[in-house]
């Protein structure tokens, strides 16, 4: 039997005021989930059940685990079948210091899943924007990361990345904005945006 090759756990980076952050996180979890790794997503800052990712991984991708740290959407079950857009009402949003517990709480659980090492791939969705905010000493995360288990890909989204992070990265990737139908006042499209 063929001895199976160990590969480095790296980190990445996708950052940038462009569409594509999660995206781009969420097709290099495919991938890993195509190779067999099970695959952890813990989201800061995020807290409505009704998009796409966290359905999928409730129904659909057993590999994919998704964990939110965020407000419920008093509109998600709407949302899910597909008989109300999200309006930007901002009813999902948290207090500054609400928001501030969730992102050290949600720090917490991904220093678990990180040490566990059970999954091959742990994204921190809009861990970026929760460090931007200040929610979060940037020194916890280089930490965590600097501590990781050699075998554990982690990967970073959101705005606004500090540069402590991309420089601690082997990947740094910055969407950036060229068009968004978001300007012409299209708003956030069930299925595609969510």
């Given amino acids: 039997m063929a001895k199976k090759v160990v590969r480095p756990g790296l980190i990445h980076v996708y950052t940038g005021n462009g569409k594509g952050k999660t995206t781009s996180a969420l097709g290099l979890a495919l991938r890993a989930i195509g190779h067999g790794y099970e695959v952890y997503m813990i989201q800061f800052l995020k807290g409505g059940r009704?998009?796409?990712e966290l359905l999928?991984?409730?129904s659909k991708i057993k590999q994919l685990t998704i964990k939110q740290f965020g407000k419920m959407c008093p509109y998600s079950e709407e949302m899910i079948k597909g008989e109300k857009d999200c309006g930007n009402c901002k009813d999902c949003f948290l207090s500054r210091k609400e928001e501030a517990a969730k992102a050290k709480e949600a720090l917490n659980f991904a220093r678990e899943?990180?040490?566990s090492k059970k999954y091959g791939l742990v994204i921190l969705d809009e861990v970026n924007n929760a460090l931007d905010k200040k929610l979060l000493p940037?020194?916890?995360v280089t930490t965590l990361l600097k501590g990781k288990p050699k075998d554990v890909e982690v990967a970073l989204t959101g705005r606004n990345a500090p540069k402590e992070l991309?420089?601690?990265a082997d990947y740094a990737t910055e969407m950036r904005e060229?068009?968004?139908p978001f300007n012409k006042g299209v708003r956030a499209r069930w299925g595609i945006d969510y």
């Fill in 50 to 52: 009704h998009i796409g």
């Fill in 178 to 180: 060229i068009k968004h």
């Fill in 56 to 58: 999928a991984s409730e």
């Fill in 113 to 115: 899943v990180i040490k």
């Fill in 166 to 168: 991309i420089e601690l």
């Fill in 138 to 140: 940037i020194e916890d």
